[in-house]
């Protein structure tokens, strides 16, 4: 019986075996690069710029408001984040005390306008006492009186005209008295409250319906709605800012959202880190800047259009960057241009439509073989 050939179908086998397990290969392979997240340089407008930190500040600041007289708190508006206007009444006090006191004094005041009322509008007393007087002058001159019965009277008249002077006198004192006890407690009614002397925000309450306070006691902490953007620049560059010139705004309470700006104020001084402090006018509602909130300005001093740029996260070791050409990873030098807040210009090093690595630059080496994921 022949011996069986093996040889014919063994080799096939072997070729599908080996075809499988290169596959196999390759696709490992292929997963075992790294994915290198890339930016294609375009032509765009390159932007020459100034950079500084930013800090919110609330202008005129943060208040203590205290109140001025003791008392009981009878009610109160001041619940944090609340906002209100410059004059709102904040806290006041209960005004039984005062509203008792100023009932008596008119009491008194009133009953003291219609006594004074009384004397002056009665003259009886003053014609009877006349009337002797002419009298006595008569008997006088006929003999049937004497000097001092006619002075006794007339001292009688002078006694009641003082009398009626001093009434007049003592009711006019009585209108001024009153009118400066009303004003008193108008001014003590205004010490019994307290009013915003800002537009702003509640802050903090430290006090409450019915407490009982103090003078002098603080109830209440308020911040003003105004802003001041205020942004600190080195040294070096705070020559080449000037007023008016154009600015992008980055909040790090809002991630990467920007806003647009313009230089509103160059103060002269710099600070203990020989930095200079710029004001800010920003397109944006207020609500939006919160008080000692942070971030980066960066101002516009020239531009240069159709520039090559790339972002700017792209750019490691001073003036190095990765670009991604058939598969593998180049570290390029470049000439750096203009540098704004989150591109620059390439003068020279990478072209248009070349993929540049963005994020985990420190992953990568040169020559390294990767994948690309284009982010749009």
């Known amino acids: 019986m022949p011996a069986k050939n093996n040889n014919g179908r063994v080799l096939p086998v072997l070729g599908v075996v080996l075809v499988l397990l290169a596959a196999g290969g390759y696709f490992a392979f292929q997963n075992l690069q790294a994915t290198a997240r890339v930016k294609l340089a375009t032509r765009d407008t390159a932007v020459d710029a100034v950079t500084g ?31 209100f206007k410059k004059g709102d009444v904040l806290v006041s006090l209960d005004t039984k005390e005062i509203d008792r006191q100023q009932a008596e004094a008119r009491r008194k005041y009133d009953n003291d306008k219609a006594r004074a009322r009384m004397i002056l509008d009665s003259n009886t007393d003053r014609k009877v006492a006349l009337q002797k007087l002419e009298t006595a002058k008569r008997l ?60 702003g925000t509640i802050e903090g309450a430290l006090t409450w319906e019915g407490a009982l306070v103090t003078a002098g006691q603080t109830l209440v902490t308020v911040i003003s709605r105004d802003r001041v953007v205020a942004a600190k620049i080195g040294e070096e560059s705070f020559g ?44 944006v509602d207020p609500e939006l800047l919160k008080p000692f909130s942070t971030g980066e300005v960066t101002i516009t001093i020239d531009s240069r259009p159709g520039a090559v740029t ?67």
């Open 53 to 83: 930190s930013v800090t919110i500040f609330a202008d005129r600041g943060v208040r203590d408001l205290k109140i001025q007289v003791p008392g009981i708190v009878l009610s109160t508006n001041i619940k944090p984040g609340t906002h």
């Open 140 to 199: 006088l001159r006929l003999g049937s009186a004497t000097d001092e019965q006619v002075s006794e009277l007339q001292r009688a008249v002078d006694a009641i005209d003082a009398k009626f002077q001093l009434t007049e006198f003592d009711d006019k004192k009585a209108d001024a008295d009153f009118k400066v006890a009303m004003e008193d407690f108008g001014v003590l009614r205004d010490k019994m409250q307290i009013r915003a002397p800002i537009d």
């Open 310 to 376: 790339i972002p700017r996260r792209a750019l490691f070791a001073g003036n190095r960057a990765f670009v991604v050409q058939g598969g593998r990873v180049q570290r390029r030098e470049l000439e750096v241009g203009y540098v704004a807040l989150n591109k620059l210009e390439v003068r020279q090093g990478i072209a248009e439509g070349e993929a540049v690595i963005l994020d985990d630059v420190e992953n990568f080496r040169d020559g390294q073989r990767v994948r690309t994921e284009v982010v749009p």
């Open 240 to 283: 080449r800012v000037r007023v008016g010139q154009a600015a992008r705004l980055r909040l790090l309470t809002y991630g990467g959202q920007t806003y647009d700006a313009t230089v509103s104020e160059l103060l002269p001084t710099a600070d203990e880190a020989q930095r200079f402090t710029i004001h800010l006018q920003v397109k």
